[in-house]
T-cell receptor
Framework: SQQGEEDPQALSIQEGENATMNCSYK?????LQWYRQNSGRGLVHLIL?????REKHSGRLRVTLDTSKKSSSLLITASRAADTASYFC?????????FGKGTRLSVIA | DAGVTQSPTHLIKTRGQQVTLRCSPK?????VSWYQQALGQGPQFIFQ???????QRGNFPDRFSGHQFPNYSSELNVNALLLGDSALYLC????????????FGSGTRLTVV
């Protein structure tokens, strides 16, 4: 079963714009992670935020976590065509990673 | 530093057949997890192996079985294949004492016809 639900399911933006993806989950977590997947290939780890953190930055990525609302957001600033991919949130608690259904991001040059 | 290696990359099987997928974990990792990803969906957890034993299992039937070898590599076996087993199968390795650092392989694309 899926733990997280990403929103929106698909997002199309122009190069240089910011992209925001949201994730909601259902149970208690130790941490939440975001992954990127290009064209149905392997998953690439982007960033991890622990349950006691509220915000984290990595390069052009900014992740927030609100454990009271069981939600997270991923912001990609100044998007590039190479950012075109599917993005998944995954929660980690007492079980191995549980993924959402993902957001398909298209960045148009 | 080699990452996670999966083989084969693509596979076509007939309904009712059996298939074995292989995974070599990242150097230094001792835990292997398997995921099934249907088209347009997120990865679904199948099971996890550590110290050559199945440690946790997701909601998959007994047709799905696995094995971990002393060198930490792993196999995923699926018996009596169904059309619905067509998917991308992903292997992820991690370190038991630092369970949050997962490294994924590129996957095996299984098509059942």
């Amino acid at each position: 079963s899926q733990q997280g639900e990403e929103d929106p399911q698909a997002l199309s933006i122009q190069e240089g714009e910011n992209a925001t993806m949201n994730c909601s989950y259902k149970t208690s977590i130790n941490n939440l992670q975001w992954y990127r997947q290009n064209s149905g290939r392997g998953l690439v780890h982007l960033i991890l935020i622990r349950s006691n953190e509220r915000e984290k930055h990595s390069g052009r990525l900014r992740v927030t976590l609100d454990t009271s609302k069981k939600s997270s957001s991923l912001l990609i600033t100044a998007s590039r065509a190479a950012d075109t991919a599917s993005y998944f949130c995954a929660t980690s608690g007492n079980t191995p990673l549980v993924f959402g259904k993902g957001t398909r991001l298209s960045v148009i040059a | 530093d080699a990452g996670v290696t999966q083989s084969p990359t693509h596979l076509i099987k007939t309904r009712g057949q059996q298939v074995t997928l292989r995974c070599s974990p990242k150097s230094g990792h001792d835990t292997v997890s398997w995921y099934q990803q249907a088209l347009g969906q997120g990865p679904q957890f199948i099971f996890q192996y550590y110290e050559e034993e199945e440690r946790q299992r997701g909601n998959f039937p007994d047709r799905f079985s696995g094995h971990q070898f002393p060198n930490y590599s792993s196999e995923l076996n699926v018996n009596a294949l169904l059309l619905g087993d067509s998917a991308l199968y992903l292997c992820a390795s991690s370190l038991a004492r630092a369970p949050y650092g997962y490294t994924f392989g590129s996957g095996t694309r299984l098509t059942v016809v």
